[in-house]
């Protein structure tokens, strides 16, 4: 099974900030990964796939990169909508997802 | 308005069954895979089920194989997830979702979730 990991796992970070988290994959899974926010109570929403493709209505603060096994998120300039956990996801084999990072204030 | 929304879940004891249904509305159903994703309390998310866009071919999480099985009903735009032999760590928020691709796809759309809690 292909692993993820995420870092950090929380983030503190404040209007305005860059932020940027790192997914790590246990084994090379190409560019196949996927970015999403998550806010309680709502149902996630994609925001990159293929590890660098913006989805379509998506702010152009979020940006992804990387490929093999070590990939980046960045959000350019923090806003206040955008803090909530987000997830990197694989689909190279099967479909596995980091444990989530926390952006709060 | 392009949608999926769960309905189904409830609260049932250990070793019980359930069934969860999704209704897709706004897009053309019968060409997307569809997938069962859920997030335990506290927890992050976990892929459940994984089905292609006839149905013809399944993938299920190891946590969950032999005792859910996921179907869908192209004719009636619907998704569902029988869950038997219940335990406790299967307490969840389930979300049904949309993919992109089979099987290297990627989930474009998700419901809001429905809550499954197991418990005696």
């Known amino acids: 099974d292909i692993q993820m990991t995420q870092s950090p796992s929380t983030l503190s970070a404040s209007v305005g900030d860059r932020v940027t988290i790192t997914c790590r994959a246990s084994q090379s899974i190409g560019d196949w990964l996927a970015w999403y926010q998550h806010k309680p109570g709502k149902a996630p929403i994609l925001l990159i796939f293929k590890a660098s493709n913006l989805k379509s209505g998506v702010s152009s603060r979020f940006s992804g990169s990387g490929s093999g096994t070590e990939f980046t998120f960045t959000i350019s300039s923090l806003q206040a909508d955008d803090f909530a956990t987000y997830y990197c996801q694989q689909y190279h084999t099967y479909w596995t997802f980091g444990q989530g990072t926390k952006v709060e204030i | ?120």
Do not use: H
């Open chain 2, 1 to 120: 308005e392009v949608q999926l929304v769960e309905s189904g879940g409830g609260l049932v004891k250990p070793g019980g069954s359930l069934r969860l249904s999704c209704a897709a509305s706004g897009f053309t159903f019968s060409v997307y895979s569809m997938n069962w994703v859920r997030q335990a309390p506290g927890k992050g998310l976990e892929w459940v089920s994984s089905l292609s866009s006839s149905g013809s071919s399944r993938y299920d999480a190891d946590s969950v194989k032999g005792r859910f099985t996921v179907s869908r009903e192209n004719a009636k735009n619907s998704l569902y997830l029988q869950m038997n032999s219940l335990r406790a760590e299967d307490t969840a928020v389930y979300y049904c979702v949309r993919g992109n691709g089979f099987p290297r796809g990627y989930f474009d759309l998700w419901g809001r979730g429905i809550l499954v809690t197991v418990s005696s």
